[in-house]
Structure formats: structure tokens, C-alpha cells
């Protein structure tokens, strides 16, 4: 026997296909050596409550649904400090964490994959006296995530954010920050902002570059300027698909902490759900805080 799990799933994320796939998963599970605690979520925040009570009874936490339902249960063994490694099987629209760590798709595969695979330390972001796993965000679309619907993501999947988030386009709002890190100050009035620990973010790979580890205690910073004129903003579509960093209408750069703050509370949102309204935030790389288990 290798120990006891505690498979947590979120029998609502993507389409609820985990409802078909549920007992070959289990069946992978015990097949691997393990005695399996099974636990659908109850509700908002139950992923968290259930990894925090549970960490120290199991050998390994294993977790279904999407970038959210990770974010809670991640948040969750931070808090208490628990060292117990952790599997992750996607279900939900989009998976950035997921596509990142080349987690397949495919549910019984993904869980085949744990039981053979090996730890991966992995980064984990503090924000304020909150925890995310690859993304920290403030700004236009930032709200797509959370305010778009489950039932819409389910039957759209990603179209659904690029559908709610194009009805935004002639509506940005703009914030005056100062961002520390590194030592220096960047000032500006910025349209949007993210930390980021991803090769993907919203679906879209290397959005923030090619260069990312996701084990090298640095986050990757990118915080984009109010556009003046359509070819501004032309420029900052065109650097962001594109992937490089010669305009100068994006602030790009890497750091292992940052301070942000203005002269009003934004809006955040932490792993694609909200983050809470903050007028400063403090936030720190942790570096290979949690390990995953990986078979890539």
C-alpha cells in the first residue's frame, strides 16, 4: 500500500464530466496501492476546509475541478503548513496550472499519471494574508472569471471569458499604482496587471514570455499602460500575442516580491476568483512551497 488519499472533486466544474469518469479514477487509485477517502465539495470553500482538516490524516491530497477548486485546496494546506504533496486532475473551462505542468486532459489519464508520477516542487504566491497558485490580477477582465457564469463556462468553455471579456473593451478603467520590486519603482496609470507563476494564463500560452520556471522563486510581472490611441493598443495586443517586450506601453520584468499600492482599493482576483478589494498589497514568492505530483 502506498497510504491513504483523500481525492476531493468538484462535481460541478467542466460540464460535471467527472460523473462518468468517477469510478475509474477511484479504480486507478486503488489499483496504485492507496486507500481512497472520497469527498465531492459542499459548496464554496469546502476544498480548503476539507484539505485543512484532513492533511495530517493522509498521505496525499488529490484534487478535481478547476483553477479554483486548486486554489482553495492549496490555500488550505498553506495556512496550516502541511508538507503532504498533492495530485491535481483538471475539469474545469480553462486549467492554466494544469496546461502549464503538461497535466493531461484526458481524467483517468491525469490520475494514472499521479500514481506514477514524481514530486515536482512547485512556487506558491502570498498575497497580503492570502495564498495563489499562478496567477495574482487587478484590472480589465480580471473580474471575467467570477462574475461569468457556470453554467456558461460549461457549455462555452474558454469562449465564455473572451465572450464576457470583449463586452469590456470600451469600458477600461484605469489605475495610478506604484509598483516596488527589485529595488525600483515603476509609477503609471495601468488598465491591468499580473503576477503570474504560468506558462498559461486565460488559455493563452507564453502570454508572458517563453522564459518561465515555475520552480525558480520569481514571479513574472507584466502591467499594461492606459492605450491613448487604437495603435497603442494595437501595440500592446500585438506584444502580448506575440510575446516579446520592446513597447513601452507594458512593464515587464521578474521579481521575487512586490509592493503595490494607490490612492483607491482595487479589485483582485487570485487564481480566477475574487481576491478582495485592497488599496496596498504585499506579495511574495514562496518558493517551492508545495509539491505536486507529475508524470511529464
Not at 512547485?122 to 498575497?127: C, E, H, I, K, P
Not at 499580473?194 to 488559455?203: A, D, E, K, P, Y
Amino acid at each position: 500500500m502506498k497510504g491513504r488519499m483523500l481525492f476531493i472533486f468538484n462535481p460541478r466544474s467542466g460540464k460535471g464530466q467527472i460523473r462518468n469518469k468517477l469510478m475509474d479514477i477511484i479504480d486507478v487509485f486503488v489499483k496504485g496501492g492507496y486507500e481512497v477517502v472520497v469527498h465531492p465539495t459542499q459548496g464554496a470553500k469546502d476544498a480548503e476546509k476539507m484539505a485543512k482538516s484532513m492533511a495530517e490524516e493522509v498521505d496525499l491530497i488529490v484534487c478535481s475541478g478547476g483553477d479554483g477548486t486548486l486554489d482553495e485546496v492549496v490555500t488550505g494546506l498553506m495556512e496550516i503548513g502541511a508538507n503532504v504533496p498533492l495530485g491535481y486532475i483538471p475539469a474545469g473551462s480553462t486549467n492554466d496550472f494544469a496546461s502549464s505542468l503538461e497535466i493531461p486532459r484526458d481524467m483517468v489519464k491525469a490520475a494514472q499519471d499521479i500514481v506514477d508520477g514524481h514530486l515536482f516542487s512547485v512556487d506558491v504566491g502570498s498575497f497580503n494574508e492570502d495564498n495563489f497558485i499562478y496567477v495574482a490580477a487587478f484590472g480589465m477582465f480580471t473580474d471575467v472569471s467570477y462574475e461569468t457564469s457556470q453554467d456558461l463556462k460549461n457549455i462555452l468553455g474558454h469562449l465564455a471569458y473572451v465572450m464576457e471579456g470583449a463586452k469590456r473593451i470600451f469600458d477600461i478603467k484605469t489605475y495610478h499604482l506604484c509598483v516596488e520590486a527589485n529595488g525600483e519603482v515603476h509609477e503609471g496609470d495601468y488598465i491591468y496587471g499580473m503576477i503570474t507563476n504560468s506558462h498559461s494564463i486565460g488559455g493563452f500560452r507564453n502570454l508572458v514570455g517563453n522564459d518561465v520556471e515555475m520552480d525558480d522563486g520569481l514571479f513574472e510581472v507584466t502591467l499594461i499602460k492606459k492605450p491613448k490611441n487604437p495603435l497603442e493598443l494595437n501595440e500592446i495586443i500585438g506584444a502580448l500575442i506575440n510575446a516579446y517586450d520592446d513597447t513601452d506601453m507594458i512593464d515587464a520584468f521578474k521579481a521575487n516580491s512586490l509592493y503595490i499600492h494607490g490612492d483607491e482599493a482595487i479589485s483582485w482576483t487570485l487564481d480566477g476568483e475574487f481576491g478582495g478589494e485592497h488599496k496596498e498589497v504585499r506579495i511574495k514568492n514562496r518558493k517551492q512551497a508545495l509539491d505536486i505530483l507529475i508524470n511529464s
